[in-house]
T-cell receptor, first 115, second 113 residues
């Protein structure tokens, strides 16, 4: 079973709709991250959480919100989706649960299309 | 200026070639250097991890870090079509921000038979 899972894997929505992307991990890591990936722009950090009570904005947090429901769960919401939020979204984890604590482990991604 | 600069390519080489991928950075606090490989429609996966300056070898892959020049490289020997992917460099400063990484744009590599 995958250590970092994301649901849904693909999503098509309409402008103005609220949607949630979910991430779960079984690595026992304390730190979780949300990125978006666009062609030519690489991975850009949206939000990150160093523990359940610690949420921080990344470089492109406008239009997004997050919730850390438990150590293993970190959700990303688009309050009112717009077409330029069409992208590939990745969740990642890091921590002292094994391996190098500096290393991030990624989920398989969610492909989002906003019409 | 971005903290981490990586030539996006694309890079196309014949099978068996030696591939050199590079990143430069501006933040002297970076101590941890990684290379991730990302296949099409997949999440990035860790390929190489290096702490501070020096070389690290793993099979056909060699990672080099030159902190004095703020420059890191990944070499792939005897490249194979299965190496075709996007390669992302990533760096971290550690300390209280451990695990928080800054990524390069990624270089798209194609190895053709």
């Amino acid at each position: 079973d995958a250590d970092v899972t994301q649901t849904p894997r693909n999503r098509i929505t309409k402008t103005g709709k609220r949607i949630m992307l979910e991430c779960s991990q079984t690595k026992g890591h304390d730190r979780m991250y949300w990125y978006r990936q666009d062609p030519g722009l690489g991975l850009r950090l949206i939000y990150y959480s160093f523990d359940v009570k610690d949420i921080n904005k990344g470089e492109i947090s406008d239009g997004y919100s997050v919730s850390r429901q438990a150590q293993a769960k970190f959700s990303l919401s688009l309050e009112s989706a717009i077409p330029n939020q069409t992208a590939l979204y990745f969740c990642a984890t890091s921590g002292r649960g094994g391996g190098h604590q500096e290393t991030q482990y990624f989920g398989p991604g969610t492909r989002l299309l906003v019409l | 200026q971005k903290e981490v600069e990586q030539d996006p390519g694309p890079l196309s080489v014949p099978e068996g070639a030696i591939v050199s991928l590079n990143c430069t950075y501006s933040n002297s606090a970076f101590q941890y250097f990684m290379w991730y490989r990302q296949y099409s429609r997949k999440g990035p996966e860790l390929l190489m991890y290096t702490y501070s300056s020096g070389n690290k070898e793993d099979g056909r892959f060699t990672a080099q870090v030159d902190k004095s020049s703020k420059y890191i490289s990944l070499f792939i020997r005897d490249s194979q079509p299965s190496d075709s992917a996007t390669y992302l460099c990533a760096m971290g400063a550690g300390g209280t921000s451990y695990g928080k990484l800054t990524f390069g744009q990624g270089t798209i590599l194609t190895v053709h038979p």
